[in-house]
């Protein structure tokens, strides 16, 4: 089993910044990647961002050039910098992890808050 534990979320004006932090523990060994998924009201959840244990990213088309997803693995903890925040990024974000023997992002966070105000 792996555990995740977010934090970080919180309010902030249009073209403010916001870190959040995603500490993983348990069975760090089974994860493939840790990603950030996001979901607005009334929309699909979405993939933001994503870090292999390898140290390759992706990332949604929405926040290339403004969010950056890196790894501490000393710490087994995923960041996600957020730069040049829109409204429309607004929305549950939650940590998840990709478990390497069934390439499914099996394991949840609680999920945080971000709101952007215009």
């Known amino acids: 089993q792996v555990q995740l534990v977010e934090s970080g979320g919180g309010l902030v004006q249009t073209g403010g910044s916001l870190r959040l932090s995603c500490a993983a523990s348990?069975?760090?060994?089974?994860?493939?990647?840790m990603g950030w998924f996001r979901r607005a009201p009334g929309k699909q959840r979405e993939l933001v961002a994503a870090?292999?244990?390898?140290?390759?990213?992706n990332y949604a088309d929405s926040v290339k050039g403004r969010f950056t997803i890196s790894r501490d693995n000393a710490k087994n903890t995923v960041y996600l910098q957020m730069n040049s925040l829109k409204p429309e990024d607004t929305a549950v974000y939650y940590c998840?992890?990709?478990?390497?023997?069934?390439?499914?992002?099996?394991?949840w966070g609680q999920g945080t808050q971000v709101n952007v105000s215009s």
């Open positions: 998840a992890a990709l478990r390497r023997a069934t390439s499914d992002w099996y394991y």
């Open positions: 348990g069975s760090i060994f089974s994860i493939r990647a």
């Open positions: 870090v292999t244990t390898s140290g390759d990213t």
